[in-house]
């Protein structure tokens, strides 16, 4: 149910672009004015989401600490899972962000009869890595279209992505990993038992309009062959606010778009935002150093105490009778 | 009191999922795995809202006219106050990479204790609430409304987590689960829904100055009856002061360590060791706790707990303050006691007077772990050791939780050991350090009624020890956390007997060679150490 209903969304995602440009010839709505509505939403939203986590303060430094703590000078401190400085917390959240370093410590628990075992499991790690690296790298590539001369940077990435020379056009990597990786993360949702049961219709959704976006564009690509001069024309006039409705494109780009689009526009208000969360969790972003340097928690308020004045009134005889100093006699 | 399974019968759970999705399964409140529900008084001692006796058993929890809006208005609160708890709430992608790390999980195959799923327990009713997609479309993102089965959900399953953050570590957004834990709890406190193993030790606390409820003289004479062992076993006369104002450094431990067996056998191992460095310290009888079992209830109540350590060091004027071995104490003390307290401008930097070492770590907070200060005593070769006492003792180290998760006390407390003991064995990787698997009854769970839970728990980290029982014939399970010496006896017994529970600093007692004492015979367990004195029928 959770995962038909989400597929289904992304079938009629597809149709309703391929419906409105093909039937309706729709293109000014699908190629203009949609793309512009999707990404300002996608910008204000993370905007709105950020500010809005950033609103709430931290009130106390809750770093989860995985090494060595700076101590005695003779015993080596783990200064990257567990930094004391902002040098270190740089270094902790580049490998958390560019190499997903908590996820590579993934273990499988197995118990076999009496003995629980813990086998070592990388594979939701490479496949988490593989399709986010994809990602970014087909972003990258896709600059191309909006820019012009295309930045050497760029052309390097696609000649890197398509080093393997194969087919005409070339075959790029990450088409074939993207792909892989989401029918990956797909499958395991689905295969493993637990995650089955954890996961839920917005688990899905995502991977099935990615899926989607990787499908359409490699269509367009290796199968239908859209008009490619006409599509950095009309992709440059959309960035050049000069927006020209080319009627040289077929309907399987108008899909891929519109499926773009509304990744664009679930992007801030779903759990994708995980893009930017990871900038801002206080267990990975915050020096080990509260001991070193006082952590000032904005709304710390005064609190009723049990004094000791009070604690020597209650017990002042007994105090005495053992012989223990008294303020007052 | 529920019945104890047998082992058979306890192993016989497996990491199946029910049929039903998790939203239409309801809570089975089984006895053994819950607690007692907190009592009227305790409540009132402190100050704590809807205060009645209850139990968790009963249909009707007693609950006020409009308790969905308290907590949801408590869930306002505590968003815009924690960035931690709207971030968690948010990020969550369900990749399950938390799911079998912990140990409450794989002890009992519950699939509501795989982390995530504890987590979407609160998740769910924030999404409805405060999610413009969880109002439109309920179910279909995971949303779903506040009803008294899902509040008795969410008690029963927050008081089926220790805080260890172990899922926090493997987590790829450091999603902490204690921190979600934290905020139910909370939630939950609105409402007056403790447990009494956490209530009454609270108001124990509050008033009395320790969790165990001991009065001044009750720790002195305890104190008292430990310094007359120590003459047993030592020869030496030892009088430790109390509440002595313009000492140098104030001592706080855990109450458990003045109270009761294994506890005061690591007090009698610090008391040896201050006597013979002619430490010049003193313990409170006010400040006599260095544990929070206010942090298990709310960031407020830990803080009103927390005040006596700074109020008492600045009344007796002393320079610094040293703590004992304790785990939750130091996740409370390293992460929040200055933010609340300080600054601590009433202290001076903790200098060592033995060895004039600085502890530049602790230089705000000026509070330092005994296994800081004792560690560095023996890199400095200022205290004699003789490790061949504890021969007969075959040691490997249990991480506490909280010094390791949230401190990264790893490498202090080896040191020590490996110096006054000379047979030591690692439990496996991926059951020590950051991986450390929790005793399964911290965060205020350590109650007798909840047997069975705690031994579901405490089974991954039972299952490491036996590795090195029966690979290296391990039979002391060290530690630094009062909370251990409570539990992991009972735990050890249980699944791997043969298997004493022991502080660092009781190893250390052993091995200290103090002068002008008499040959040793006899161990702070009063027990005849083999191979020493005449005694020894070895």
């Given at each position: 149910m959770k995962i038909w209903s989400s597929l289904l969304a992304v079938v009629a995602l597809a149709l309703i672009a391929w419906w409105g440009v093909e039937v309706f010839h729709l293109t000014a709505l699908f190629g203009v004015v949609l793309p512009y509505a999707a990404f300002t939403l996608l910008v204000v939203g993370i905007i709105i989401r950020v500010v809005r986590w950033g609103k709430s303060p931290i009130p106390f430094r809750i770093t989860t600490t995985c090494g060595q703590q700076q101590s005695l000078p003779w015993i080596k401190q783990n200064k990257i899972e567990n930094p004391s400085t902002t040098w270190g917390v740089i270094v902790r959240m580049a490998l958390e962000i560019l190499?997903?370093?908590?996820?590579?410590?993934?273990?499988?628990?197995?118990?076999?009869?009496?003995?629980?075992?813990?086998?070592?499991?990388?594979?939701?790690?490479?496949?988490?890595?593989?399709?986010?690296?994809?990602?970014?790298?087909?972003?990258?590539?896709?600059?191309?279209?909006?820019?012009d001369p295309v930045p050497v940077v760029v052309q390097s990435i696609e000649a890197l992505d398509g080093f393997l020379q194969m087919g005409v056009p070339v075959l790029y990597l990450t088409d074939l990993f993207i792909v892989a990786s989401l029918t990956y993360l797909f499958l395991r949702r689905?295969?493993?038992?637990?995650?089955?049961?954890?996961?839920?219709?917005?688990?899905?959704?995502?991977?099935?309009?990615?899926?989607?976006?990787?499908?359409?564009?490699?269509?367009?690509?290796?199968?239908?062959?859209?008009?490619?001069?006409?599509?950095?024309?009309?992709?440059?006039?959309?960035?050049?606010?000069?927006?020209?409705?080319?009627?040289?494109?077929?309907?399987?780009?108008?899909?891929?778009?519109?499926?773009?689009?509304?990744?664009?526009?679930?992007?801030?208000?779903?759990?994708?935002?995980?893009?930017?969360?990871?900038?801002?969790?206080p267990t990975r972003n915050l020096a080990n150093n509260s001991r070193i340097v006082r952590h000032i928690n904005p709304w710390n308020y005064e609190v009723k105490t049990h004094s000791y004045a009070e604690y020597e009134d209650e017990f002042r005889d007994k105090m005495r009778k053992v012989g223990l100093p008294l303020e007052k006699e | 009191m529920a019945k104890l399974p047998a082992k058979e019968e306890m192993l016989q759970y497996k990491y199946n999922v029910p049929a039903t999705d998790w939203m239409n399964t309801p809570v089975?409140?089984?006895?053994?795995?819950?607690?007692?529900?907190?009592?009227?008084?305790?409540?009132?001692?402190?100050?704590?809202?809807?205060?009645?006796?209850?139990?968790?058993?009963?249909?009707?929890?007693?609950?006020?006219?409009?308790?969905?809006?308290?907590?949801?208005?408590?869930?306002?609160?505590?968003?815009?106050?924690?960035?931690?708890?709207?971030?968690?709430?948010?990020?969550?992608?369900?990749?399950?990479?938390?799911?079998?790390?912990?140990?409450?999980?794989?002890?009992?195959?519950?699939?509501?204790?795989?982390?995530?799923?504890?987590?979407?327990?609160?998740?769910?009713?924030?999404?409805?609430?405060?999610?413009?997609?969880?109002?439109?479309?309920?179910?279909?993102?995971?949303?779903?409304?506040?009803?008294?089965?899902?509040?008795?959900?969410?008690?029963?399953?927050?008081?089926?987590?220790?805080e260890c953050r172990r899922c926090s570590v493997f987590c790829p957004y450091g999603i902490d689960q204690a921190e979600i834990t934290i905020m139910g709890r909370e939630l939950l406190n609105l409402l007056g829904l403790n447990i009494e193993w956490i209530a009454g030790p609270v108001a124990n606390c509050y008033i009395k100055g320790n969790h165990v409820g001991m009065e001044p003289q009750g720790i002195v004479s305890n104190v008292e009856f430990m310094c007359e062992d120590i003459e047993t076993i030592t020869g030496k006369v030892i009088k430790p002061s109390f509440n002595r104002k313009g000492a140098e450094i104030l001592f706080v431990v855990p109450s458990g360590d003045l109270f009761a067996e294994p506890g005061i056998?690591?007090?009698?191992?610090?008391?040896?060791?201050?006597?013979?460095?002619?430490?010049?310290?003193?313990?409170?009888?006010?400040?006599?706790?260095?544990?929070?079992?206010?942090?298990?209830?709310?960031?407020?109540?830990?803080?009103?707990?927390?005040?006596?350590?700074?109020?008492?060091?600045?009344?007796?004027?002393?320079?610094?303050?040293?703590?004992?071995?304790?785990?939750?104490?130091?996740?409370?003390?390293?992460?929040?006691?200055?933010t609340w307290h300080g600054p601590a401008d009433f202290l001076e930097e903790p200098v060592s007077p033995i060895t004039g070492t600085k502890f530049t770590n602790a230089k705000s907070t000026k509070m330092v772990h005994i296994t800081e200060f004792t560690a560095d005593l023996i890199y400095h070769n200022k205290i004699k050791l003789d490790p061949s006492r504890n021969d007969h003792l075959r040691v490997t180290f249990h991480d506490s939780c909280n010094p390791t998760r949230a401190m990264g006390l790893?490498?202090?407390?080896?040191?020590?050991?490996?110096?006054?003991?000379?047979?030591?064995?690692?439990?496996?990787?991926?059951?020590?350090?950051?991986?450390?698997?929790?005793?399964?009854?911290?965060?205020?769970?350590?109650?007798?009624?909840?047997?069975?839970?705690?031994?579901?728990?405490?089974?991954?980290?039972?299952?490491?020890?036996?590795?090195?029982?029966?690979?290296?014939?391990?039979?002391?399970?060290?530690?630094?956390?009062?909370?251990?010496r409570a539990a992991l006896p009972s735990l050890m017994d249980y699944w791997v007997s043969g298997v004493d529970v022991m502080g660092v600093h009781e190893l250390l007692g052993n091995a200290l060679v103090m002068d002008g004492e008499i040959e040793r015979t006899l161990d702070l367990r009063l027990q005849p150490l083999p191979g020493k004195g005449v005694d020894s029928d070895v």
């Amino acid at each position: 149910m959770k995962i038909w209903s989400s597929l289904l969304a992304v079938v009629a995602l597809a149709l309703i672009a391929w419906w409105g440009v093909e039937v309706f010839h729709l293109t000014a709505l699908f190629g203009v004015v949609l793309p512009y509505a999707a990404f300002t939403l996608l910008v204000v939203g993370i905007i709105i989401r950020v500010v809005r986590w950033g609103k709430s303060p931290i009130p106390f430094r809750i770093t989860t600490t995985c090494g060595q703590q700076q101590s005695l000078p003779w015993i080596k401190q783990n200064k990257i899972e567990n930094p004391s400085t902002t040098w270190g917390v740089i270094v902790r959240m580049a490998l958390e962000i560019l190499f997903f370093r908590s996820l590579l410590r993934n273990t499988k628990t197995e118990r076999r009869g009496e003995k629980l075992a813990f086998g070592s499991t990388q594979w939701l790690w490479l496949g988490a890595l593989v399709f986010h690296w994809s990602m970014l790298i087909i972003v990258i590539r896709h600059l191309r279209y909006v820019m012009d001369p295309v930045p050497v940077v760029v052309q390097s990435i696609e000649a890197l992505d398509g080093f393997l020379q194969m087919g005409v056009p070339v075959l790029y990597l990450t088409d074939l990993f993207i792909v892989a990786s989401l029918t990956y993360l797909f499958l395991r949702r689905v295969l493993i038992p637990q995650v089955r049961y954890i996961s839920q219709a917005v688990d899905y959704f995502p991977l099935f309009l990615l899926l989607g976006i990787a499908g359409s564009g490699i269509l367009m690509r290796y199968v239908f062959r859209v008009d490619i001069f006409s599509v950095k024309e009309f992709a440059m006039n959309l960035v050049a606010f000069t927006p020209q409705i080319s009627s040289e494109i077929g309907a399987i780009f108008y899909i891929h778009l519109f499926l773009v689009c509304s990744l664009a526009v679930y992007f801030p208000w779903s759990k994708l935002m995980h893009a930017g969360g990871i900038f801002m969790s206080p267990t990975r972003n915050l020096a080990n150093n509260s001991r070193i340097v006082r952590h000032i928690n904005p709304w710390n308020y005064e609190v009723k105490t049990h004094s000791y004045a009070e604690y020597e009134d209650e017990f002042r005889d007994k105090m005495r009778k053992v012989g223990l100093p008294l303020e007052k006699e | 009191m529920a019945k104890l399974p047998a082992k058979e019968e306890m192993l016989q759970y497996k990491y199946n999922v029910p049929a039903t999705d998790w939203m239409n399964t309801p809570v089975d409140f089984k006895p053994g795995t819950f607690c007692y529900g907190a009592k009227s008084k305790n409540l009132q001692i402190v100050g704590l809202p809807n205060a009645r006796d209850w139990s968790p058993s009963d249909a009707d929890w007693k609950l006020p006219e409009n308790w969905q809006e308290i907590i949801l208005e408590g869930m306002a609160e505590r968003l815009s106050k924690y960035r931690s708890f709207r971030l968690f709430m948010d990020v969550c992608v369900r990749c399950g990479a938390c799911a079998d790390k912990c140990h409450f999980y794989m002890g009992s195959g519950d699939p509501k204790n795989m982390p995530v799923l504890r987590a979407e327990l609160l998740r769910s009713v924030y999404k409805r609430y405060f999610t413009t997609s969880g109002k439109l479309f309920g179910h279909l993102v995971g949303a779903r409304d506040l009803t008294e089965d899902v509040l008795k959900e969410w008690w029963y399953y927050f008081f089926q987590c220790t805080e260890c953050r172990r899922c926090s570590v493997f987590c790829p957004y450091g999603i902490d689960q204690a921190e979600i834990t934290i905020m139910g709890r909370e939630l939950l406190n609105l409402l007056g829904l403790n447990i009494e193993w956490i209530a009454g030790p609270v108001a124990n606390c509050y008033i009395k100055g320790n969790h165990v409820g001991m009065e001044p003289q009750g720790i002195v004479s305890n104190v008292e009856f430990m310094c007359e062992d120590i003459e047993t076993i030592t020869g030496k006369v030892i009088k430790p002061s109390f509440n002595r104002k313009g000492a140098e450094i104030l001592f706080v431990v855990p109450s458990g360590d003045l109270f009761a067996e294994p506890g005061i056998y690591t007090c009698m191992g610090y008391l040896m060791l201050f006597e013979q460095l002619g430490l010049d310290y003193t313990l409170s009888t006010y400040a006599s706790e260095g544990g929070n079992f206010g942090f298990f209830t709310s960031n407020e109540m830990a803080k009103r707990l927390n005040a006596k350590i700074y109020a008492e060091a600045k009344r007796l004027g002393v320079k610094w303050i040293l703590g004992g071995e304790c785990g939750h104490m130091w996740r409370v003390i390293n992460q929040y006691m200055e933010t609340w307290h300080g600054p601590a401008d009433f202290l001076e930097e903790p200098v060592s007077p033995i060895t004039g070492t600085k502890f530049t770590n602790a230089k705000s907070t000026k509070m330092v772990h005994i296994t800081e200060f004792t560690a560095d005593l023996i890199y400095h070769n200022k205290i004699k050791l003789d490790p061949s006492r504890n021969d007969h003792l075959r040691v490997t180290f249990h991480d506490s939780c909280n010094p390791t998760r949230a401190m990264g006390l790893m490498e202090e407390p080896r040191y020590i050991i490996k110096h006054v003991c000379n047979h030591f064995y690692e439990m496996p990787e991926e059951t020590i350090r950051e991986k450390t698997l929790c005793c399964g009854s911290g965060s205020g769970l350590n109650a007798g009624e909840n047997m069975e839970l705690r031994l579901r728990g405490g089974f991954p980290r039972a299952n490491a020890v036996k590795h090195v029982r029966d690979n290296h014939g391990v039979n002391v399970l060290a530690n630094v956390c009062a909370v251990d010496r409570a539990a992991l006896p009972s735990l050890m017994d249980y699944w791997v007997s043969g298997v004493d529970v022991m502080g660092v600093h009781e190893l250390l007692g052993n091995a200290l060679v103090m002068d002008g004492e008499i040959e040793r015979t006899l161990d702070l367990r009063l027990q005849p150490l083999p191979g020493k004195g005449v005694d020894s029928d070895v």
